[in-house]
């Protein structure tokens, strides 16, 4: 059956919000950030997050600017992407706080050896740069970004109440917790784009994005084992 010409078009608020929804992971499924938010996990899990993280951003923002320069294009794609790979690195400089709170040196850094479970996320980021459509990688994110900012919110809370860190050892937690207009801006931008232009593919994007909230969750669980 042909498409209804005279049917409404998908927005991309409505394609953003139904990728968020559809993709929510289960209540209780972080098993860390539930231990965190009950003060029962021990606080050398924040130092083995800190470790992973260094390691994570720095793949992601590769990933990143990769997906930017593969939609050029596209520039409202390329935008999102480019406003992304920004963000790992401001992201960096707020972690060097927790590092720092957790006694960790650049040596530690430099010789640390990551957990695979912890590094399956940006492995799948990196595979999604290489071959996907950028538009759907948008979607994707943009339902795991909702579901990271969440946990992130309960850490930061965590952090305050249960575990007495410092304002500067927070701050990364609270980077990500905090809305961020911009990114949601531009990721409808894009969304939009790639649905004018009939580049979006939701399922496609569904698919994407149900493997990056599997592997989200099995980065945290990760640093708890």
Avoid at 116 to 121: D, E, L, M, V
Avoid at 140 to 156: H, M, Q, S
Avoid at 160 to 169: G, I, L, M, T, V
Avoid at 174 to 183: L, T
């Amino acid at each position: 059956m042909r498409p209804d010409p005279d049917a409404p078009r998908p927005t991309a608020a409505a394609v953003l919000d139904d990728a968020v929804r559809e993709l929510a992971p289960d209540t209780g499924a972080n098993r860390l950030v539930s231990r965190i938010e009950a003060g029962e996990a021990p606080r050398s899990v924040f130092a083995t997050f800190a470790l992973e993280q260094h390691q994570v951003i720095a793949a992601d923002r590769l990933s990143f600017q990769h997906l930017a320069r593969r939609a050029d294009g596209d520039p409202p794609v390329a935008d999102f992407f480019d406003l992304l790979a920004q963000g790992e690195a401001l992201a960096l400089k707020q972690l060097a706080g927790l590092a720092d709170a957790c006694g960790l040196t650049e040596r530690d850094l430099a010789g640390y050896q990551p957990r695979p479970g912890c590094q399956a996320y940006p492995s799948y980021a990196a595979r999604l740069a290489l071959g996907a459509e950028p538009t759907d990688v948008a979607i994707a994110l943009t339902a795991n970004f909702a579901a990271w900012g969440g946990y992130c919110r309960i850490v930061e809370a965590a952090m305050r109440e249960h575990y007495a860190f410092p304002d500067a050892a927070r701050a990364f937690f609270g980077f990500f917790a905090e809305p961020a207009p911009a990114v949601h801006e531009r990721a409808r931008a894009a969304v939009q784009h790639g649905l004018d232009t009939g580049q979006a593919r939701p399922a496609a994007a569904h698919r994407y994005g149900r493997l990056l909230q599997a592997y989200e969750l099995m980065f945290w669980n990760s640093v708890g084992d």
